[in-house]
């Protein structure tokens, strides 16, 4: 399937799902923050093994970090943003309501995310340090790029 096909399929899915009604405000704000400083914790473990060589590096470990950070960028996030879970209707939040104003900025972000996410873990499975380091950065370029548009400070 294609991966822009697959997205909006996702954003749709966001909007009819009845998984958001049964999911609470709360929850789904404390699950997406979880499953991003997970990604997190995964990001740090390759950058320190590939990128900076603090930890030595273990192709598996790498290649376990990567599958992680692809498992959360596929798991379906969408639906733990509902207009509720805002920063300016919800509490302990830093999603901008500007998230439900640019559908397409959403799903241009949500989309590169998957797709770098996705060839981290080809490349991790490879095991190419220098492939998997420059990946890493365009994966980080990702976050980023959500993080400066719908993150607030
Ligand atoms: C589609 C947009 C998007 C992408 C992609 C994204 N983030 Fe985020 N991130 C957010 C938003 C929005 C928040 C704030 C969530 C909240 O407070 O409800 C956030 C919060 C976080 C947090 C703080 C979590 C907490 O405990 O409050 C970390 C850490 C983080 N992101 C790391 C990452 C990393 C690392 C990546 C890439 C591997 C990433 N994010 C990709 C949108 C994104």
Known sequence: M???FLAT?????AISSPAVAQMSVEDQIETRQSAYQFAAWNMGKIKAQAVEGSVQFDQKQVAAAANA????ANSGMSVLYSRDSANDRAENTRLKPEFF????????????FVREANTLQELAAGGDKAAI??????VGETCKACHDN????
């Open 69 to 72: 950070i692809a498992a959360v």
């Open 133 to 138: 380091a420059r990946q890493f950065a365009k």
């Open 150 to 153: 719908f993150r607030a400070e």
């Open 2 to 4: 294609n991966i822009r």
């Open 101 to 112: 104003e640019e559908p397409m900025k959403v799903q241009e972000v949500a989309v590169n």
């Open 9 to 13: 399929g996702l954003l749709a899915a």
